[in-house]
């Protein structure tokens, strides 16, 4: 959930991957999945019950970073877990309707990364206002969260990346998985495979491929070394993007 890239595919395919930089003992070792209002729904469950990454057969991604703008004072309790929140993304028809009928008051601060078919938003809540953008899905984006990176790292966390997709004419889910585990300048604190002393550290990588009929989600558990992937295949008609 701290390191988020989106990458266009050509078409309406697209790539997301995700580093979640976390404590071990929040880490799950697999995918779950889950059967709720008709529809299909996968997603690595963690302690809450909830996630920070969940796909669904309805052609939806949504992606969970803390943290909105800059780091906040954490003053539990709150709400509702942030987890929970994503899942109950899916209950509703579409991302308008979340973003303008969700009671977002007492949540803790946070930045979603929403593909609903075919349409990327950027959702952030900063305690007192949701902020919503309607995001270019020809165009490659770097998210960094706010609670473990200052504004000075994240751009030097844009420039890897900005690098990076200059050295890549075409975009591929095997490259970006290799930016994913080898960014950085050699400070573990840093790095895209961050660990700080063992306390916090990124535990797994998830990406989610969306190619023709289906959205396809990889789990790589770096702390016990495994490899899960499963796929959802879409219930609902194509549509190209906007």
Avoid at 6 to 24: A, K, M, W
Avoid at 138 to 147: K, N, Q, R
Avoid at 166 to 187: C, K, M, W, Y
Wanted: hydrophobic share 35%.
């Amino acid at each position: 959930m701290c390191t988020v890239t989106y990458l266009p595919l050509g078409g309406n395919h697209f790539v997301i991957t995700s580093n979640r930089d976390e404590q071990p003992a929040r880490s799950p070792k697999r995918i779950s999945i889950m059967e709720t209002q008709g529809m299909q729904l996968c997603f690595p469950q963690d302690t809450s019950g909830g996630s920070w990454i969940a796909i669904s057969n309805t052609n939806r991604v949504v992606c969970l970073l803390n943290g909105a703008f800059e780091k906040h004072h954490h003053e539990p309790p709150y709400k509702r877990s942030r987890g929970l929140m994503l899942l109950d993304f899916f209950e509703f028809p579409n991302a308008e309707k979340f973003f303008s009928t969700y009671d977002f008051e007492g949540m803790e601060p946070f930045t979603m990364i929403i593909v609903d078919d075919g349409k990327l938003f950027e959702l952030r809540w900063d305690e007192k206002k949701i902020h919503q953008t309607k995001l270019d899905h020809t165009t490659g984006f770097l998210w960094s969260s706010a609670t473990l990176y200052d504004a000075s790292v994240k751009k030097k966390r844009q420039g890897w990346f900005e690098q990076w997709k200059g050295q890549h004419q075409n975009f591929s889910p095997e490259s970006i998985l290799r930016f994913h585990q080898t960014a950085g300048d050699g400070d573990p604190w840093n790095d895209v495979i961050m660990n700080r002393a063992g306390i916090v550290r990124t535990v797994s990588i998830t990406q989610v491929i969306k190619s023709t009929g289906q959205l396809k989600m990889d789990y790589h558990d770096l702390l016990n070394g495994q490899f899960e992937s499963k796929t959802v295949h879409l219930r609902t008609k194509m549509v190209d993007f906007d």
